[in-house]
């Protein structure tokens, strides 16, 4: 394991960030969690308000990477133009317009492949 980044200082901030809005403080934890790292081992017991503040952070969230869902073969991994990183479609505008014009040149008939701009 890594030590760059230390996780059982997140999660301490997270529970600190939403705990003062719990609106039963004295309920018992619903979970006990242990967590292992580079750095060493904590255990941190969990309210039933920090899980569903860890739900609506989970549900707000999207990755930075996430591009949506590759329409040919379903893969989550389109690059930053929309192309598909497992099976090579292209999305968006761009990737319809370079479609068209596939077709159009297959349509003409001429031989030339579709050439990049320069
Ligand atoms: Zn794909």
């Known amino acids: 394991m890594t030590a760059s980044f230390d996780p059982a200082a997140v999660i301490a901030e ?24 580079a750095l060493g081992d904590d255990t941190f017991t969990l309210s039933d308000h920090v899980i569903r503040a860890m739900c609506k952070a989970l549900e707000s969230y999207r990755d930075p990477e996430d591009r949506g869902e590759c329409v040919e073969c379903g893969g989550r991994h389109l690059d930053e133009n929309l192309r598909c990183k497992d099976c ?31």
Request: aromatic content about 4%; overall charge negative; charged content about 15%.
């Open 14 to 37: 997270f529970i600190d960030a939403v705990a003062p809005y719990n609106p039963q403080p004295d309920a018992p934890p619903v979970a006990l969690l242990g967590l292992r790292t």
């Open 88 to 118: 090579g479609r292209l999305h968006g505008i761009l990737g319809q317009v370079i479609a068209d014009h596939a077709r159009r040149v297959a349509a003409s008939g001429d031989g030339h492949a579709p050439s990049e701009p320069a």
